[in-house]
C-alpha cells in the first residue's frame, strides 16, 4: 500500500480567496487523483494527475476553477480558486496504477475545506 | 454513465451479528471494484479489491463478493463489532488508462455493543 499525506488538513477560508492543498506520496506512482465530498455526499472525481502531462477533469470541474500541478511521480498539489461557500468539502487526493499493479486506489486523510 | 448504489443507506446492528451490505452498478464492463471504509470526518480506508475475473476477496471478518452479470457486489462482515462502526463505500473502477473511480452513495453502519 502507499502513505498519502496531505496539507493542510483543514482550514476555514473566506470567499473570493484561493487554498492551495498538497498531496505527498511515498513512494512513485503513475496516477494521481483528486476528489470532493460534499457535506452529507459520496465522493465525485474532480480530475486525473498524471506526471508530465496535463491534468485531465471531469464533467462539470474547470481548469480556472480548480487547477491542478503535478511535478513529479510523488507529488501533486489542487488549487480552489475564487471560492464560495459551495465549495465547503472534504478535499481527498488518492493514487493508483502502479507498474503491474492491479489498480487499487489509496486515499490520503483528506482536507476539510470551510468558505465563509 | 456508470451509476453506484447502496444499500441500505443505514444499518443499525447489535454487536456480534452477521451482516450484509449491497452495492449495485448499472455498467457491468468494470475493470475492479473496492471497498472502502470512512470514518466520520476522515479519509477512506481500502478494505478489499475483486478484479473483474474474480468472484469474492476475504480479509478476515470480510468477505466481499462480485457478479458482474448481474451487476452487484456485497460485502459480509462476520461477527460485528462496535469498531466496525462507520461509512462503507463501494466503488466501480471503469479501466482503461485512467481507472477512474465511481463511487456509490455509502451505508452507515452502527455497532451496538
Known amino acids: 500500500s502507499a502513505v498519502i499525506s496531505q496539507k493542510p488538513s483543514r482550514d476555514i477560508c473566506q470567499r473570493g480567496t484561493s487554498l492551495t492543498i498538497q498531496c505527498q506520496v511515498d513512494s512513485q506512482v503513475t496516477m494521481m487523483f483528486w476528489y470532493r465530498q460534499q457535506p452529507g455526499q459520496s465522493l465525485t472525481l474532480i480530475a486525473t494527475a498524471n506526471q508530465g502531462s496535463e491534468a485531465t477533469y471531469e464533467s462539470g470541474f474547470v481548469i480556472d476553477k480548480f487547477p491542478i500541478s503535478r511535478p513529479n511521480l510523488t507529488f501533486s498539489t489542487l488549487t480552489v480558486s475564487n471560492m464560495s461557500p459551495e465549495d465547503s468539502s472534504i478535499y481527498l487526493c488518492?493514487?493508483?496504477?502502479?507498474?503491474?499493479?492491479?489498480?487499487?486506489?489509496?486515499f490520503g486523510p483528506g482536507t476539510r475545506l470551510t468558505v465563509t | 454513465k456508470q451509476e453506484v448504489t447502496q444499500i441500505p443507506a443505514a444499518l443499525s446492528v447489535p454487536e456480534g451479528e452477521n451482516l450484509v451490505l449491497n452495492c449495485s452498478f448499472t455498467?457491468?464492463?468494470?475493470?475492479?471494484l473496492q471497498w472502502f471504509r470512512q470514518d466520520p470526518g476522515k479519509g477512506l480506508t481500502s478494505l478489499l479489491l475483486?478484479?473483474?475475473?474474480?468472484r469474492e476477496q476475504t480479509s478476515g471478518r470480510l468477505n466481499a463478493s462480485l457478479d458482474k452479470s448481474s451487476g452487484r457486489s456485497t460485502l459480509y462482515i462476520a461477527a460485528s463489532q462496535p469498531g466496525d462502526s462507520a461509512t462503507y463505500l463501494c466503488a466501480a473502477a471503469g479501466g482503461g488508462a485512467t481507472n477512474k473511480l465511481i463511487f456509490g452513495t455509502g451505508t452507515l453502519l452502527a455497532v451496538q455493543p
Open positions: 455498467d457491468s464492463a468494470i475493470y475492479n
Open positions: 475483486i478484479q473483474s475475473s474474480q
Open positions: 488518492s493514487v493508483g496504477g502502479r507498474a503491474g499493479g492491479p489498480y487499487e486506489q489509496y
